[in-house]
């Protein structure tokens, strides 16, 4: 039986990673094994390292090269992990700190223009998370998050600036995500400790179904 896969999804400040490892430690202490992961890891550091490096200027990649370029690495590298993790991987549980790096992948459609048949191919055979849990906060909380830990995002924007920047990616998650099926909506600005109990009983209760879930509504 291949691994669940559960993807977790918010803005940059919502706190994925964080509660990626405290999910995996969580679980790992009940008897779940897990593997933590990123589904794209290779090609963004491919794509920091060729363009970020080369203009002096962290998050360049994003604004330099066009979401349908981008996305059609994407696709294909995702395709390779997906399928390798489906197939080799021995944990009952990967997670990944996000899933698809532009948001909307769970549409159903192309959230942009491929234009070769291998990355369209790659995209539309992708095995999907069963679970997304989707942590939702507040962009100026988020912004706070990110001053506080000196992320990249604040050296390069000035507060308003990153505030609005935010505040469009929050949008462009609340359209994705509201009323989707199998996502988990969390308030990511509780305490970490409730967040780990809430995530960690959803997994539990998927473990249970392998069939596709309903939405789990919003918590």
């Known amino acids: 039986m291949r691994p669940l896969f559960v993807a977790l999804e918010g803005i940059d400040g919502a706190g994925k990673s964080t509660l990626a490892a ?9 008897g779940v094994s897990v593997h933590v992961t990123r589904l794209v890891e290779n090609t963004i550091a491919l794509l920091k390292g060729t363009v970020d490096r080369s203009t ?10 066009p979401d349908a370029e981008r996305g059609e690495l994407y696709a294909v590298e995702a395709y390779i992990v997906a399928s390798q993790l489906k197939q080799r991987c021995a944990a009952e549980v990967v997670l990944f700190d996000r899933w698809f790096p532009i948001v909307g992948w769970n549409s159903g459609a192309l959230p942009w223009d491929l234009g ?4 369209v191919l790659a995209y539309q055979e992708l095995t ?12 100026a909380i988020a912004a706070d998050r990110l001053a506080n830990r000196g992320d990249w995002m604040v050296k390069r924007y000035e507060r308003s600036e990153l505030t609005s920047v935010l505040t469009e990616l929050h949008e462009r998650h609340s359209k994705a ?10 308030d990511a600005s ?10 960690t009983d959803a997994v539990l209760w998927q473990l249970q179904r392998p069939q596709p879930l309903g939405d789990f509504g919003n918590i």
């Open 22 to 30: 405290e999910l995996k430690e969580n679980l790992e202490a009940l």
């Open 56 to 65: 002096g200027v962290a998050g360049s990649y994003q604004e330099l090269v």
């Open 116 to 119: 070769g048949k291998l990355p």
């Open 128 to 139: 999907k998370p069963e679970l997304v849990i989707w942590l939702q906060i507040e962009p």
């Open 177 to 186: 995500w509201s009323g989707a099926g199998n996502v988990l909506t969390l």
């Open 190 to 199: 509780r305490p970490i400790e409730q967040l780990v109990h809430l995530a």
